[in-house]
């Protein structure tokens, strides 16, 4: 038992000889001994602490005995008290009415709470649920624990509700929606269960728990009146999109939309041909509107504007091509209305949209966004703020501007982990974003770092979108950094298990890149060109190479996984290193600022394969001098590798620099270093 207490409980026990001493020193027995021995009064206020289980208040211990009949004045309540305390079963801060009065030990309450019969159980957890109303106590908890034990499950349930509420006060999310689901749990007939399966919801989808959000959405709405049940629809299909469960979401906006007067477009075509309207519009209106409070708008346009809203973020990372058509309209909607939080959001989305661009769209986006984080500085909305910065990590990702990029997605971190409401789709986004421009920067220990521990959590969360986005392109290498190839892989195989939405869409191109860069890093470089040719058709003829970067990106992937199996057979005429040397070309025309920097360093691989050795320097110069303008530190620190420098190099970055030195440059190793 370890306590002296307990110990000289025992001593004395045996001590005592006789009947009294068991065969074997038994704890249990000896406080019941004791029990045994204490005048009335002590023994009733024993009883109940034990049943309160934790610090009582003397008032309040004095008023739950005045509810067992002829309560105690302060003299004798004081006399049995300090009875208490010297009999080791309970200890107190003093007996004045503010102080505080517990069981000695969970072990005393324990054996003290085993002796009292079921009947007066009960009555003692009515006279401290009492007592505590009489009192005023803001414990709501307790209140809860009392009048369920006094078998009023209907009181019992109000008060979860209040602790729920106190524990959302408290951004205590997890633990509010355990108290909601106790209310629910306690009376599953209370008359405003709709309001609490509600409230459950909010607090779920708040802790970032998705799917059980969008369940409990669902619930509230088969038992709400009609007109309340579209908004809850709304909701679910919003908590759906935002964990990763895109078919699911797109069939219950499939349902809510018309309601509406929305349509979601059914094909790629349609989707096209109403973008294509809608940016018109927005050209000929421009971005003019007249601020009008939420207040004073009809509630059903501020609903289409919702429900746009939410299939349009749900979409803009899965299928671009359809949320740019959603986002085009919400847009319009929003401008027409005027209201200013949904202006914002609108306007950040709209920079968004535009900066998959990239840098031909640098001062449209600018502006659009410098007018969105005004509106949303007057506002001092902490929601609409993060996501401007959101907007403006994106489109700065997009335009190659990674150490902008790096800061906004900070920014963006910060403003949702600060709001009273948690965003996990928005920090995930942001995060994704992050970790990407930490891998052009060269600075790959931040991948390694943080990645293992945010999937953990997606998956406590049961959220699919971040535990499968946080697998895939930049993030997979987490596990390279430290030569995990096989847990790479395992990671992937996870993600294309959890992952599905037929078409084309984003999730296969970063899941392309992740295959393909475990292949490179492997030396299955048979594997790893197959890859991006299969893919190839499909993601060439997608809304995907419309993204600057994302199509420099995959000509950048094509061309390294054509030149490594190039290199492993050798020949003039390889048609992989044809391949390979018409993608380099191809990266040197294109936008993005970093692109000719890879296309160089692709023909300068292409070039020592055919032993043209002082092409191959030169294009290697080339390579090396545009990734220190451009910033694009990975190829920098490459280059470094290969020349065995180990302080500017990936030494200090990963466990097998010569595998990544093969995975990013391939060919070089046909070029001696000495040579360069």
């Not at 209140?143 to 951004?171: F, I, K």
Request: charged share 25%; hydrophobic share 45%.
């Amino acid at each position: 038992l370890g306590h002296p207490l307990f110990i000289g409980a025992l001593a004395r026990q045996v001590a005592a000889g006789g009947d009294r001493a068991p065969h074997r020193p038994d704890l249990e027995a000896a406080i019941g001994a004791r029990m045994d021995e204490l005048p009335p009064l002590a023994r009733a206020a024993a009883e109940l602490l034990a049943v309160f289980q934790g610090p009582l208040v003397t008032a309040v211990l004095q008023s739950a005995l005045s509810s067992n009949g002829g309560g105690p004045r302060w003299p004798e309540l004081a006399h049995a008290i300090a009875r208490l305390t010297v009999e080791n079963l309970a200890r107190a801060d003093g007996v004045r009415a503010n102080d505080t009065i517990d069981c000695f030990h969970s072990r005393v309450a324990s054996a003290i709470s085993a002796r009292i019969p079921a009947a007066r159980r009960r009555e003692h957890h009515r006279a401290l649920a009492r007592a505590l109303e009489l009192h005023h106590s803001q414990d709501f908890e307790s209140m809860t624990d009392h009048w369920a034990g006094a078998s009023d499950r209907v009181r019992a349930a109000a008060y979860a509700v209040q602790a729920a509420e106190r524990a959302e006060d408290s951004l205590a999310f997890e633990h509010a929606a355990r108290l909601y689901r106790r209310s629910l749990d306690l009376c599953p007939t209370q008359s405003g269960r709709v309001n609490v399966e509600t409230r459950l919801a909010a607090a779920l989808g708040h802790a970032g728990r998705g799917r059980d959000a969008a369940d409990a959405y669902l619930s509230a709405a088969s038992l709400a009146p009609p007109e309340q049940q579209l908004e809850l629809h709304r909701h679910a299909a919003d908590q759906l999109f935002r964990s990763g469960y895109i078919s699911d979401a797109l069939r219950l906006s499939e349902r809510v939309l018309p309601s509406l007067g929305l349509l979601l477009p059914k094909s790629p075509r349609e989707a096209l041909a109403s973008l294509a309207v809608r940016r018109l519009a927005i050209r000929l209106r421009g971005i003019r509107f007249t601020r009008r409070a939420a207040a004073s708008v009809p509630p059903a346009e501020l609903a289409r504007i919702d429900a746009a809203w939410t299939v349009q973020v749900g979409l803009s990372t899965v299928d671009n091509l359809r949320a740019a058509s959603i986002q085009s309209g919400c847009l319009l909607m929003a401008l027409r209305v005027g209201e200013p939080f949904r202006v914002v959001r609108a306007l950040a989305s709209e920079a968004a949209y535009i900066g998959t661009k990239g840098v031909a769209t640098r001062a449209r986006v600018d502006r659009l966004l410098a007018l969105a984080q005004n509106l949303a500085t007057e506002l001092a909305d902490p929601y609409a703020l993060g996501f401007v910065h959101l907007a403006r990590c994106f489109a700065f990702y997009m335009r190659s501007d990674f150490a902008a990029a790096r800061s906004a997605g900070n920014a963006a971190e910060a403003a949702f982990e600060r709001r009273p409401v948690m965003a996990f789709w928005e920090l995930t986004s942001a995060r994704m974003l992050s970790i990407g421009s930490h891998f052009y920067d060269g600075d790959l220990r931040v991948i390694r770092r943080r990645i293992p521990e945010l999937i953990r959590d997606a998956q406590r969360r049961g959220d699919v979108y971040a535990a499968t986005c946080l697998r895939l392109g930049a993030c997979n290498l987490a596990w390279l950094i430290g030569d995990e190839s096989a847990e790479a892989r395992r990671q992937l195989r996870a993600a294309n298990d959890d992952w599905y939405y037929d078409g084309v869409h984003l999730q296969q191109c970063w899941s392309l890149s992740a295959w393909v860069h475990v292949d490179l890093y492997d030396g299955d470089v048979v594997q790893a060109y197959a890859r991006v040719r299969e893919a190839w058709h499909p993601l060439e003829h997608s809304f995907i190479m419309r993204f600057e970067r994302l199509r420099s990106e995959l000509f950048w992937l094509r061309a390294r996984a054509a030149l490594a199996s190039a290199e492993r057979h050798p020949r003039h005429d390889s048609p992989a290193l044809a391949d390979a040397e018409y993608w380099g070309t191809r990266l040197l025309g294109e936008s993005a600022p970093w692109a000719p920097s890879a296309g160089h360093l692709v023909l300068a691989g292409a070039h020592a394969l055919r032993g043209s050795h002082a092409p191959a320097r030169e294009s290697l110069r080339r390579a090396v001098s545009l990734a220190s303008t451009t910033g694009i530190e990975i190829i920098a620190r490459t280059h470094a590798q290969w020349l065995g420098d180990e302080v500017h190099g990936l030494s200090a970055e990963v466990a097998r620099p010569e595998r990544w030195v093969q995975m990013i440059a391939p060919g070089l190793a046909q070029l001696r270093p000495s040579t360069v």
